[in-house]
T-cell receptor
């Protein structure tokens, strides 16, 4: 069973702080990694994608990947109340339909 | 460019009824997917398609059927609805190993 594990939270951080979201996966054949943000009652929207070990930065967001440890994380700098949402980690094994396996998500609350 | 569209947005079914959830994308993506999301859970893959005429089962296919006659459309059929099929259904499309783009979802309740 391919699994993607996330802490369900809620993770509470004060406005302006760094939020750190973590995800582990079990399938060593995984090659593509995604972070989606989902507001309550809405569909998932892509925040970051990462394909190789190391860091990838996009604005206030940084994704980190360590394939040896089977670990991927998302850092949100200068957290804003609008960042309050559920963050879904998704992992793809290339081929066979390029299917995504999702974690159950981490709820982030950014407090004023 | 509308992206991925889904109809209906909401639906209430009685046990044993059938219905089709519609999904259309205008991005010329070969890959299309159907997911369900239960409260507090991640998304589970029901069925997927790698191109017109080609479909395959995902993680939770029981009670559902799909077809893919065109690149744009990927309808999901529920036969003999059961309370366990109460969920939010998302359709997505994508290209290769790049990201998947999600539709707005259909909220289905089976009573």
């Amino acid at each position: 069973q391919k699994e993607v594990e996330q802490n369900s939270g809620p993770l509470s951080v004060p406005e302006g702080a760094i939020a750190s979201l973590n995800c582990t996966y079990s399938d060593r054949g995984s090659q593509s990694f995604f972070w989606y943000r989902q507001y309550s009652g809405k569909s998932p929207e892509l925040i970051m994608s990462i394909y190789s070990n190391g860091d990838k930065e996009d604005g206030r967001f940084t994704a980190q990947l360590n394939k040896a440890s089977q670990y991927v994380s998302l850092l949100i700098r200068d957290s804003q109340p609008s960042d309050s949402a559920t963050y879904l980690c998704a992992v793809m094994v290339t081929g066979g339909g390029n299917k995504l396996t999702f974690g159950t998500g981490t709820q982030l609350k950014v407090e004023l | 460019n509308a992206g991925v569209t889904q109809t209906p947005k909401f639906r209430i079914l009685k046990i044993g009824q059938s219905m089709t959830l519609q999904c259309t994308q205008d991005m010329n993506h070969n890959y299309m997917y159907w997911y369900r999301q239960d409260p507090g859970m991640g998304l589970k893959l029901i069925y997927y398609s790698v191109g017109a005429g080609i479909t395959d089962k995902g993680e939770v296919p029981n009670g559902y059927n799909v077809s893919r006659s065109t690149t744009e459309d990927f309808p999901l059929r529920l036969e003999l609805a059961a309370p366990s099929q109460t969920s939010v259904y998302f359709c997505a499309s994508g290209v290769g190993t790049d990201t998947q783009y999600f539709g707005p979802g259909t909220r289905l309740t089976v009573l």
